[in-house]
């Protein structure tokens, strides 16, 4: 546009340089100063345009960092919340560690303590088993005591007894 309106005026001159009559020279500058203002308004009117365009792209932009800075503050907290997640997985491992650790050492206690038990249990079963014997051998040796004794009672009776 702008170079359409620089050849009307080189036209222009050339009209008036070759002498035509100045209705001409005032008729093509008033045409030319049409068209300049025409220009001019068509040029204030994209420059409005482009304005009101670069406003609305500051717009978004800075709806667009809004949302990155709310994005990034969501990411934040979630990364906090994992670590403190993790701190709290820490914490339970070492905790469930130190439980299985006495665990393992009450079981340790226990099998030493059910060991113990029965070392007890086989000596008494032991003094047991020796007291039985003994109470067997000895109701072996009453009896043969006794039937000694009957043995002797008889014997005694045969012995004593007229025939």
Not at 54 to 69: C, K, W, Y
Request: glycine letters at 6%.
């Amino acid at each position: 546009m702008l170079e359409e309106a620089r050849n009307e005026l080189g036209r222009t001159t050339k009209e008036v340089a070759a002498g035509t009559e100045e209705k001409t020279v005032d008729f093509g500058a008033y045409l030319l100063a049409e068209r300049i203002n025409d220009l001019k308004v068509d040029l204030q009117r994209q420059l409005t345009e482009v304005k009101q365009d670069i406003g609305n792209l500051r717009q978004e932009t800075n709806s667009l960092r809004q949302e990155m800075n709310s994005l990034r503050q969501e990411t934040s907290s979630l990364r906090q919340e994992m670590n403190s997640l993790r701190q709290e997985t820490s914490s339970l491992r070492q905790e469930m560690n130190g439980l299985r650790q006495e665990m393992r050492q009450e079981i340790g206690r226990l099998d030493g303590k059910i060991d113990g038990l029965r070392q007890e249990l086989k000596e008494d079963i032991k003094h047991i088993d020796g007291k039985i014997n003994n109470i067997i051998w000895a109701a072996v040796g009453t009896f043969f005591a006794v039937l000694v004794g009957a043995a002797a009672i008889v014997v005694a009776i045969y012995y004593t007894v007229p025939r």
